[in-house]
Structures are given as C-alpha cells and as structure tokens.
C-alpha cells in the first residue's frame, strides 16, 4: 500500500468512528506582532532556541562563512546552489551514506520571529541530512522573516516531496537529572545564516 493510499485509509477510519464533532476555534484574535520581525527573530534564536545568528553583507562570501564558524569540519554536506560541499545528499542512495557529516547546510523559505523556527522543505532526496549531521546551517531571507506562525502556516508551501519541518534551534533535553544536554536527538548547534 502506497502512502497515500495508507494515510486515505487511517483517515476515513478515523472519520468512520467520530462521535461528536465541534465548530473550529475562532482564529480571528489579534496575532503577535513585533516592531521588526527581523531583531525579534534574532533576539528569539539566540536566547530561547540556542542558535547562532550570521547577519551576511553583500560582500561576505557564504562559504567563508560557513568555513569560519565550523574551522574544523571535515565533512560538509549541502545540495544547496553555491555552497561548496563534500556530500551531495542527492547523490547518496541511503540516509545512512550521510552519516559522518559535520555540517550541513540547508535553506529555509520562511522564519518566525514568535519561536525563532525555520520552515525547512524537503528539497534533497535524502532528507536525513537536516537532522545527522553534528551541525546545522540554515541559510533564510530576512525579506522571508514574518511575525508569528499564523503567518508563517500561510506563507509555506509543501514540497514535491511532501515533507518539511520547522527547525529552530540544537536539539536538547533535561529529561535526565535536570541536566540540559544539547544534542540529544539530533545535531548539537544551529547557525543561521540572514542574507
């Protein structure tokens, strides 16, 4: 069974099975709005989500960049235009070929000042190189920063592939004696990259 064909299925049993059903909720309230999107979303990704925030010039090049912030990277990964990479994640035939990657690098279509997430389109065959990788680059427009994520629901757009995420920050817990260890599920430290 394809999967669309399993996701069909799953809904219309759940929908075969509803016993009550309720109005949706008023979403006509009054939406967070900040002064400027753009110092919110790097006040927000530098404190609550942990990340690091690279505001670049017309004359910054992005591989120095990149370079300069992972100075010890041995294995860079990226299928993004102009980024020079060690790894197409195109041209792997397994997720686990990916595995060993320092960096990888990413763009993003839209971010949201409200969490400081980044929405992230699968564009790469191999999608697990936004989350095995021990560091994360994501390149976004400061012209694609809007408010909150009412705003960025309606701005995004589902890739061919069907999937995305929104992505802000290092991965991290404190499920274990309250201590807080980054890098737990995913990669260990986020740089974002403001063109």
């Not at 279509?109 to 095995?132: H, S, Y």
């Not at 995004?156 to 929104?166: D, H, L, S």
């Amino acid at each position: 069974m394809n999967s669309q064909k399993t996701k069909d299925f799953i809904l219309s049993n759940l929908r075969r099975n509803v016993r009550e059903t309720y109005d949706k909720p008023d979403l006509s309230f009054a939406k967070l709005e900040y002064p400027d999107p753009v110092a919110a979303f790097i006040q927000t990704a530098t404190t609550a989500a942990g990340a690091h925030v690279v505001e670049m010039n017309e004359s910054d090049d992005i591989n120095d960049l990149i370079r300069n912030a992972y100075p010890h990277a041995k294995t860079i990964a990226s299928n993004v235009p102009g980024i020079k990479a060690d790894i197409n994640p195109d041209d792997v035939d397994r997720p686990q070929d990916l595995d060993g990657t320092d960096v990888s690098v990413v763009e993003g279509t839209v971010g949201c000042a409200e969490n400081a997430c980044i929405w992230v389109p699968q564009t790469m065959k191999q999608r697990a190189v936004c989350f095995i990788c021990e560091y994360l680059v994501i390149i976004v427009d400061r012209k694609n920063i809007v408010n909150n994520m009412h705003e960025a629901y309606s701005r995004i757009e589902m890739p061919e592939k069907g999937f995305g995420a929104f992505i802000s920050g290092p991965s991290k817990t404190a499920d274990i004696e309250q201590a807080l260890v980054y890098g737990a599920q995913s990669f260990c430290g986020v740089t974002i990259i403001l063109r």
